[in-house]
């Protein structure tokens, strides 16, 4: 080994060290470093004056205690970090927002170590950003779910266990082997949750020491094969569930549906009368001629599904 070569890398590291406590910001931090600063015995953080200045993608998150956000941001296809958001900056941290924030380590609600996001220093890069697939896993996972800590999965074929949202900020789900507790954002209060078998994405943490999953999303467990049915009557080619194209992201049309009664049947009637005028000026053709009326109920209620999105962000 060249020691001389090593030494001066040691001493250009000391004074970079020095820099970085001296002013307190590591700028550009990756999400890892950040990761590192979390005691993997105790969940608390290492240091909690060091401001991490970092870029990655929302995916969870849920509104909490004293009107603060509690989200995760990771790198594609990596684990991240929990952040806590004041109310001020939540509108720029929903999910697959990329953004780059600065903030400090400290301990959160429920014991959950986050970076506590600066108040303005939230700067939006991109949305619609995908955060990498989905690790599926079943229930008897969550009894221990260290090693996928901070990573985006999906809890794969689930029930909910109340037939409504109580406002509390969790709820339960039940699949074969036991229960898991799903956090959420407390404004679904007295809606119904997602009827029948459903597959919940999001990001395993651990509350008041307990594992459970801050939820992103919730799909049918028939997703798949609605999207095939999707795909076998052209939908898909002007249309993408998350991302716009000729027309709208069904994510977003949901979205903008999410509160009205007869949503079901009004996307059934666009499906088989087409029309125009309400996301651009690309009127859709009529389908109701190639696309049987089974198949456009089952289309129809696929895309609402999607509003669980928007409903689970607020
Ligand atoms: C040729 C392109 C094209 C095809 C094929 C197509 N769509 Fe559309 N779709 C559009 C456009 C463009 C809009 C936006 C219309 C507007 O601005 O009101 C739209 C809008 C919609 C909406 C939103 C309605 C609303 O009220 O907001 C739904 C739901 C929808 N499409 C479902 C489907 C389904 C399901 C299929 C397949 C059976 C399909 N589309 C096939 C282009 C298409």
């Not at 229960?179 to 651990?206: C, H, M, Q, S």
């Not at 999410?258 to 049947?265: F, G, M, S």
């Not at 996301?279 to 009326?293: E, Q, R």
């Not at 599904?305 to 607020?314: M, P, Q, S, V």
Request: aromatic share 8%; with cysteine.
């Amino acid at each position: 080994m060249d020691m001389s070569k090593s030494s001066s890398l040691w001493i250009w590291f000391k004074c970079w060290a020095v820099s970085v406590s001296l002013t307190g910001t590591l700028l550009g931090a990756s999400i890892e470093d950040v990761r590192k600063q979390i005691d993997p015995a105790t969940g608390k953080p290492k240091d909690s004056t060091t401001s991490f200045s970092v870029t990655g993608v929302v995916s969870a998150r849920a509104t909490v205690e004293g009107n603060q956000v509690l989200a995760v941001i990771q790198p594609v296809g990596a684990a991240g970090v929990p952040l806590l958001i004041s109310a001020a900056d939540a509108a720029k941290i929903i999910p697959r927002n990329d953004v780059t924030l600065t903030g400090t380590l400290q301990e959160g609600p429920h014991g959950v170590t986050a970076l506590k996001v600066k108040e303005g220093s939230v700067t939006l890069n991109q949305t619609n950003k995908a955060f990498g697939s989905a690790e599926p896993r079943g229930v008897s996972f969550f009894q221990d779910a260290s090693s996928l800590e901070g990573r985006y999965v999906s809890l794969t074929n689930v029930t909910f266990v109340a037939p409504k949202f109580d406002g509390s900020g969790l709820a339960k789900v039940k699949g074969e082997g036991g229960e898991v507790l799903i956090w959420l954002t407390p404004t679904l209060k007295d809606r119904d949750v997602p009827a029948g078998a459903v597959n919940v994405f999001g990001v395993p943490v651990k509350r008041d020491g307990q594992w459970v999953l801050l939820a992103a999303r919730f799909l049918s467990v028939n997703n798949r094969t609605a999207q095939t049915l999707a795909t076998k009557h052209t939908c898909m080619t002007c249309h993408n569930p998350d991302i716009k194209a000729v027309g709208p992201a069904y994510r977003d049309v949901a979205a903008s549906y999410r509160n009205d009664p007869d949503a079901v049947a009004k996307l059934a009637a666009q499906i088989e009368k087409g029309g125009g005028g309400k996301w651009g000026v690309v009127p859709m053709p009529p389908l109701g001629a190639k696309v049987p009326v089974d198949d456009r109920q089952q289309l129809a209620q696929w895309i609402y599904g999607y509003r669980w999105d928007a409903l689970l962000a607020e």
